[in-house]
């Protein structure tokens, strides 16, 4: 199986109640073989319309702090870990979260990357661990099934308090670092 196929059966999906609310299926967006992986939580209100994930005023932060360390869409693949939009951006529930598992599991194991990145508490408590905190563990890196896995601030968090932007900063820094280290495409 490949993406595309991939996302042509998520289409159909019906496992929870999202669908009935989504305009369209926020599957995920860039290089199909990636070494870096970015994880939000769910798609937003601009993402629900455009079926594309980060391209609100969150993904406008999200682009720039890839230019910061000179990635862009191109070089790395953006998921969420819901296809379709909570309503009024609400965090995914647990129920959501599982019946939209195996459609990440199955992008990761496709793509293969070298490192995810989790935005936000919500991704980063289901891939690094239930008790992870945000603020306290952010820009720390986690191995697991062979990948280094990093935290960041949602963009959208950073948008409501820029109090935490030196913080991602600090961790974009890092990032780039794991990547010069530890990916062997030419970034």
Known sequence: MDLESLKKECLSCRACALCETRNKLVFGVGKINAEVMFIGEGPGEQEDRKGEPFVGPAGQLLDDMLEIIDLDRSKVYIANMVKCRPPKN??????????????????????????????????????????????????????KDGMMIMAMYHPSALLRDSRKRPEAFEDLIKLRQAIRDYCTDTY
């Open 90 to 143: 609400r965090d995914p529930l647990n129920i959501e979260q599982e019946a939209c598992a195996h459609w990440l599991r199955d992008q990761i194991k496709l793509i293969n990357p070298r490192i995810i990145v989790c935005l936000g508490r919500i991704a980063a408590q289901k891939f690094i661990g239930e008790d992870f905190k945000i603020t306290r563990e952010h820009g720390q890196w986690f191995i």
